[in-house]
């Protein structure tokens, strides 16, 4: 079983940074795409990156293209989200996400962490 792990969210001013962790353990064989999502009340569960498990190629929601950046460590097993820039709409529960498939839609995703909140004042 894929575990993982978030950490690094906070409470930020609108403009301010963040980075998130998400530390992967378990048989990772079968994982191709590491990603995040993003949950605020009321709103549906919303795609923000994806990264292939090699690091080479990632994805972004157009919503947060050029202000938020998927990265992985060189050991590939801790994935980042760097925030940067942050508006009062970014706002959300985020989750880090694992599978084969790494579309937007939550479904397409097989393993999830616990979440970790960001709240950014204006």
């Known amino acids: 079983q894929v575990q993982l792990v978030e950490s690094g969210g906070g409470l930020v001013q609108a403009g301010g940074s963040l980075r998130l962790s998400c530390a992967a353990s378990g048989p990772t064989f079968g994982i191709y795409f590491m990603g995040w999502f993003r949950q605020a009340p009321g709103k549906e569960r919303e795609f923000v990156a994806r990264i292939s498990w090699s690091g080479r190629s990632t994805t972004y929601a157009d919503s947060v293209k050029g202000r938020l950046t998927i990265s992985r460590d060189s050991a590939k097993n801790v994935v980042y989200l760097q925030m940067n820039s942050l508006k009062p709409e970014d706002t959300a529960v985020y989750y880090c996400?694992?599978?084969?498939?790494?579309?937007?839609?939550?479904?397409?995703?097989?393993?999830w962490g616990q979440g970790t909140q960001v709240t950014v004042s204006s």
């Open positions: 996400a694992a599978g084969r498939v790494g579309g937007p839609r939550g479904y397409e995703w097989d393993f």
